[in-house]
């Protein structure tokens, strides 16, 4: 019985602990003592000494709760922007005309002036006068002196239009040059060295161009133009040349083909005063052409048909004769790695219309009468070109030209002059040879900032015929190899360093040795290195070398160039 009562109590204690330590009302909780243990055999187990009771109801808690969305108090004050004036500033003014003066050793001149108007939306003007003369600075030749003179006069005029772009020129050029070549030991074996005497030059010229500015792809007009010159020298020798071109694109376009046209008109006129010769040249070319890409490759295939149709008289007699050529004109381009390698390859062909003026320009000292005739050359050639690094490119190319009436130039080397209207002169006469050769050219170029490197090398093999007579001993003048490297550093904005290094080697000038002269000749190192200094930024000075070895070495057969050299120059901008 008491323990019955204990138990009854301990309950009762229980019950008033758990409700003290609730702060809220948790509701009704029934407990129900079970009877006295009675004991059954069959299931009896060992009972232990604690007193045992069983919750015979569970009831679940009532709670009540919800989720109500609430946003977060978040602050941010952005910085106020600042208002913006728009208005116009003024630029610099660039620099419009330029004085350039400088002096060389060998008693060298150079006087430069540039004038232009200031800028234009509509029209701009400039004229550029340049005078450039040498008197002396050779050796082991017969005269002391080697005079020669450029004097230059160029006016040119660009107007803009609505939709086209109007360019016209005009100038005249007086250049003169002695005929020096004249060894000291021919002296010696009892040669009367003759006078000197100049191979003087005048042109006149002018040109008329108009471009269409946008050109769209209705545009069937794209570009035309007109040329002149007038040539005349010393020896009674004229020359009119006059050549029209123009540039016509067809609208039709098939997934990016586009089809073009060029057609060029060049007719040159020609007459030899000491022999009473006259030469007329008419060429007319005609470059339908197709342009587009395929398949990832840029191409263009056409044709170049030329026209050529020669006249001359000499002595009373004349003759007449028409060539027919035809050019296939392919250029492909692929990009086989992207902005990293491209691979190119073509084939193209013309003709050239040769004339006094330009067998002139390339070699000053021709007879003054010469032979005359269009050059044609095919060139088949491939490549790749594309960058090892972000500042080094390159372009390996390589190729084979066919060529029909190629000039080049050959001084007799038996005899030390060639007579010439009852006087000698060591001149050259003109070749006109046939063949092919062929040629490698590698380049490789750095650019970085301030820093420019840039280094080349070409491989040409000859296998060429004069006059269908079998092959030509050498290629007069034409060289095997050459390799050069040319660099530029600017220096903290003021000095500009130029440097370089060229190699020309493998010339020869004569099917065999001859009297005075070796077939072979030397070979060309050339070092130069030029120094620029901007006092501000409208004055500037520069210190040019050349030849730093002072090589001696000739530039045509006879002909040897001036050795060490320094010139001097100052230009003022405004």
């Not at 946003?71 to 419009?96: A, D, N, T």
């Not at 039709?252 to 000491?274: R, Y």
């Not at 009373?316 to 250029?331: H, R, V, W």
């Given at each position: 019985m008491m323990k019955k009562v204990g138990l009854i109590f301990a309950l009762i204690c229980t019950g008033f602990s758990f409700v003290n330590a609730q702060n809220e009302e948790v509701g009704n909780v029934e407990v129900?003592?079970?009877?006295?243990?009675?004991?059954?055999?069959?299931?009896?187990?060992?009972?232990?000494?604690?007193?045992?009771?069983?919750?015979?109801?569970?009831?679940?808690?009532?709670?009540?709760?919800?989720?109500?969305?609430?946003?977060?108090?978040?602050?941010?004050?952005?910085?106020?922007?600042?208002?913006?004036?728009?208005?116009?500033?003024?630029?610099?003014?660039?620099?419009?005309?330029?004085?350039?003066?400088?002096?060389?050793?060998?008693?060298?001149?150079?006087?430069?002036?540039?004038?232009?108007?200031?800028?234009?939306?509509?029209?701009?003007?400039?004229?550029?006068?340049?005078?450039?003369?040498?008197?002396?600075?050779?050796?082991?030749?017969?005269?002391?002196k080697t005079p020669y003179m450029i004097n230059e006069v160029k006016l040119g005029g660009r107007w803009i239009l609505k939709n086209y772009r109007l360019d016209a020129k005009a100038g005249l050029d007086w250049n003169s040059h002695s005929y020096y070549g004249i060894p000291n030991t021919a002296e010696d074996v009892g040669v009367v060295i003759p006078d000197i005497q100049k191979n003087a030059f005048q042109r006149y010229f002018?040109?008329?161009?108009?471009?269409?500015?946008?050109?769209?792809?209705?545009?069937?007009?794209?570009?035309?133009?007109?040329?002149?010159?007038?040539?005349?020298?010393?020896?009674?020798?004229?020359?009119?040349?006059?050549?029209?071109?123009?540039?016509?694109?067809?609208?039709?376009?098939?997934?990016?083909?586009?089809?073009?046209?060029?057609?060029?008109?060049?007719?040159?006129?020609?007459?030899?005063?000491?022999?009473?010769?006259?030469?007329?040249?008419?060429?007319?070319?005609?470059?339908?052409?197709?342009?587009?890409?395929?398949?990832?490759?840029?191409?263009?295939?056409?044709?170049?048909?030329?026209?050529?149709?020669?006249?001359?008289?000499?002595?009373?007699?004349?003759?007449?004769?028409?060539?027919?050529?035809?050019?296939?004109?392919?250029?492909?381009?692929?990009?086989?790695?992207?902005?990293?390698?491209?691979?190119?390859?073509?084939?193209t062909g013309d003709v050239t219309v040769n004339g006094i003026y330009n067998l002139t320009k390339t070699n000053p000292f021709l007879?003054?009468?010469?032979?005359?005739?269009?050059?044609?050359?095919?060139?088949?050639?491939?490549?790749?070109?594309?960058?090892?690094?972000?500042?080094?490119?390159?372009?390996?190319?390589?190729?084979?030209?066919?060529?029909?009436?190629?000039?080049?130039?050959?001084?007799?080397?038996?005899?030390?002059?060639?007579?010439?209207?009852?006087?000698?002169?060591?001149?050259?006469?003109?070749?006109?040879?046939?063949?092919?050769?062929?040629?490698?050219?590698g380049e490789i170029t750095y650019n970085r900032k301030n820093t420019s490197i840039n280094g080349y090398g070409e491989y040409f093999e000859y296998n060429l015929y004069k006059n269908n007579s079998g092959d030509l001993e050498n290629a007069y003048h034409l060289p095997t190899l050459k390799i050069g490297v040319d660099a530029m550093q600017k220096l903290k904005e003021k000095f500009e360093v130029r440097a370089g290094v060229a190699f020309v080697g493998g010339r020869k000038a004569l099917d065999a040795d001859g009297q005075f002269y070796k077939a072979k000749m030397k070979n060309i190192v050339d070092v130069n290195l030029g120094i620029g200094y901007n006092v501000n930024n409208n004055f500037s000075a520069r210190l040019d070398f050349a030849n730093l070895l002072s090589q001696e070495y000739e530039i045509w057969l006879g002909y040897p160039s001036q050795r060490f050299r320094v010139m001097l120059s100052l230009m003022y901008v405004f």
């Open positions: 129900n003592v079970v009877d006295q243990y009675k004991a059954n055999i069959k299931e009896a187990v060992k009972i232990s000494n604690q007193p045992g009771f069983v919750d015979t109801t569970t009831i679940k808690l009532p709670v009540q709760y919800g989720i109500k969305p609430q946003m977060l108090s978040f602050k941010y004050h952005p910085e106020v922007l600042q208002p913006m004036r728009v208005g116009r500033i003024r630029l610099g003014k660039l620099p419009q005309n330029m004085v350039r003066l400088g002096a060389r050793n060998y008693g060298t001149a150079l006087a430069e002036i540039v004038l232009s108007n200031s800028r234009s939306k509509t029209f701009n003007w400039d004229l550029d006068i340049r005078h450039f003369s040498s008197q002396k600075g050779v050796k082991d030749v017969a005269y002391d002018g040109a008329v161009n108009v471009d269409r500015v946008f050109k769209g792809k209705k545009a069937i007009f794209q570009k035309a133009g007109i040329n002149y010159h007038y040539f005349t020298n010393n020896w009674e020798t004229n020359e009119q040349l006059i050549s029209g071109t123009s540039y016509w694109r067809l609208p039709q376009e098939v997934k990016s083909h586009l089809l073009g046209a060029e057609l060029n008109v060049d007719w040159q006129s020609t007459q030899m005063g000491v022999n009473n010769f006259d030469r007329n040249q008419l060429n007319v070319k005609f470059f339908p052409k197709a342009m587009g890409r395929y398949m990832g490759v840029n191409y263009t295939l056409g044709l170049n048909l030329n026209f050529y149709n020669s006249s001359e008289s000499l002595a009373g007699t004349e003759e007449s004769g028409f060539i027919t050529y035809l050019f296939p004109e392919i250029a492909l381009e692929a990009e086989l790695v992207k902005n990293v390698l491209f691979a190119f390859g073509g084939w007879l003054p009468e010469t032979g005359i005739t269009p050059t044609a050359l095919n060139k088949v050639y491939g490549g790749l070109e594309g960058a090892i690094a972000k500042n080094i490119s390159y372009k390996l190319e390589g190729g084979v030209n066919f060529v029909r009436s190629l000039p080049l130039f050959f001084r007799s080397g038996d005899s030390l002059t060639v007579p010439y209207n009852g006087e000698n002169l060591p001149a050259f006469e003109t070749v006109f040879v046939r063949g092919n050769f062929v040629y490698a050219r």
